[in-house]
């Protein structure tokens, strides 16, 4: 005779903590994740990807820093990009319950003045070069950059490796140049794909933009566990 299963309810197993799997994975470490202070600097193809990663996972402080608007062109890739017409961070903000938010344009001159200090790792996932070089330069230490992730289909192709090594990409060669030009000449590792770009107009295949940004939080929970309490 068949048994009747008892209903699930807020005090069964499964609903006991969010976070349980990600416990059972990271045992003590998981800690360092909740007290960790992580800042995104763009949540478009990569950095929605690598918010929803790390929020998932348990890290307790996130801030995203975003500009934009979403429009009918993200559609194809990014997280949130139903909400035509809405501010970006204005999205995150419910999607993702207790991140803060900076609704500001990322230049140069921002990134000069902004103070990181508190937080104990950046995530680069913007694509304009002259505030992404300044920030190589200020914060290369905490830094995690992403390259350009557009015009390709082969998430296979994509590696974490020093800037001064890319190729195929000439998105992240003209970042390489300008830190020549500065006079930056640290060892300095990027997300980028060695596959050859597809096309000169900026397509995008989310199995790429998103594994950009599922790379870069997988990048940063490493760096984030390995850090001393």
């Known amino acids: 005779m068949d048994t009747i299963s008892e ?7 499964l609903f006991h903590d969010r976070y349980d799997r990600c416990r059972k ?3 003590d470490d998981f800690q360092k ?5 992580v800042i995104i600097l763009g949540v478009g193809g990569v950095g929605s990807y690598a918010l929803d990663a790390l929020y998932r996972s348990g890290v307790g402080h996130i801030t995203v820093v975003d500009f934009d608007s979403f429009d009918i062109t993200n ?11 809405q501010q970006k961070i204005e999205v995150f903000s419910k999607l993702y319950d207790g991140i803060e938010t900076i609704n500001i344009k990322i230049t140069k001159e ?9 937080y104990d790792l950046i995530l680069d996932a913007f694509d304009d070069i002259v505030p992404k070089v300044a920030l ?7 830094l995690i950059s992403s390259g350009g992730s557009a015009k390709r289909i082969n ?4 590696e974490y490796i020093s800037i001064w090594k890319t190729y195929n ?6 970042i390489r140049d300008n830190l020549k030009k500065n006079g930056f000449k640290r060892e300095f590792k990027i997300i980028f794909s060695s596959e050859e770009p597809r096309c000169k107009e900026l397509g995008s295949f989310v199995g790429v933009t998103g594994s950009f940004g599922l790379v870069m939080a997988s990048l940063a929970i490493q760096r984030l566990v390995e850090l001393n309490p």
């Open 169 to 174: 990409d000439p998105f992240v060669r003209k």
């Open 33 to 37: 994740l909740q007290n960790a202070r």
């Open 75 to 85: 559609q194809n890739r990014q997280i949130g990009s139903d909400s035509i017409g």
């Open 7 to 13: 209903p699930l309810t807020l005090d069964s197993e």
């Open 136 to 142: 190589i330069q200020k914060e290369y230490k905490k």
């Open 25 to 27: 994975l990271f045992g």
């Open 110 to 118: 921002w990134i000069e003045k902004f103070d990181f200090s508190s």
């Open 155 to 158: 998430p296979l192709k994509i």
